[in-house]
């Protein structure tokens, strides 16, 4: 079975810093896809990123980047440059092999503070 | 194009009551979702469908029924609804079998079983 874990209910971070919100999962499949989501408090999931379990490199996308340790099973989101726009919850989730089912985390709450 | 829309919005219903929450895509994709998201809890996938005529259980299918009306529309019915059913409920859709490729995810709807 596959599993994601957030172990960081909530964090906060000051604006214009980087913050590391933690990801990390367990699945037996030999190929997966890792993604990160933002829900604002308007209700929206929004896609940010993906990491596939075979990419060499980490996912970068603008401001968010993925620092993937594949042996640790981590998929780590990095938000450079913080801004106050950037409070929200944020999932953790992943893709098995049978390319089907989404399985995410329990979410961790950023509050950018001015 | 729309992406995925959902309806109602918001739903108030009595314990009991049935319902169903429709769910449409119009970027073509074969898989599509069924999720239920409780306060402060990430995603929890009750039912999928891989294409259409196909539909198959997910984490907490009990309570529910769904039909893949076509490719473009996954539709979730509740026969008698409990209080414990009260939350967010998101449609998603995804292309068929590409494990780098995210779903899109519907607003949202809110139903509330008294």
């Known amino acids: 079975a596959q599993k994601i874990t957030q172990t960081q209910p909530g964090m906060f971070v000051q604006e214009k810093e980087a913050v590391t919100l933690d990801c990390t999962y367990d699945t037996s499949d030999p190929s997966y896809g890792l993604f990160w989501y933002k829900q604002p408090s308007s209700g929206e999931m929004i896609f940010l990123i993906y990491q596939g379990s075979y990419d060499q490199q980490n996912a970068t996308e603008g401001r968010y980047s993925l620092n993937f340790q594949k042996a640790r099973k981590s998929a780590n989101l990095v938000i450079s440059a913080s801004q106050l726009g950037d409070s929200a919850m944020y999932f953790c989730?992943?893709?098995?092999?049978?390319?089907?089912?989404?399985?995410f985390g329990p979410g961790t709450r950023l509050s950018v503070l001015p | 194009n729309a992406g995925v829309t959902q309806t109602p919005k918001f739903q108030v219903l009595k314990t009991g009551q049935s319902m169903t929450l429709q769910c449409a895509q119009d970027?073509?994709?074969?898989?599509m979702y069924w999720y239920r998201q409780d306060p402060g809890m990430g995603l929890r996938l009750i039912y999928y469908?891989?294409?259409?005529?196909?539909?198959d259980k997910g984490e907490v299918p009990n309570g529910y029924n769904v039909s893949r009306l076509n490719k473009r529309e996954f539709s979730l019915r509740l026969e008698s609804a409990a209080p414990s059913q009260t939350s967010v409920y998101f449609c998603a859709s995804s292309p068929w079998d590409s494990r780098g490729e995210t779903q899109y995810f519907g607003p949202g709807t809110r139903l509330l079983v008294l």
């Open positions: 989730a992943m893709r098995g092999w049978d390319g089907q089912n989404f399985v």
């Open positions: 469908s891989a294409s259409e005529g196909t539909t």
């Open positions: 970027m073509n994709h074969n898989s």
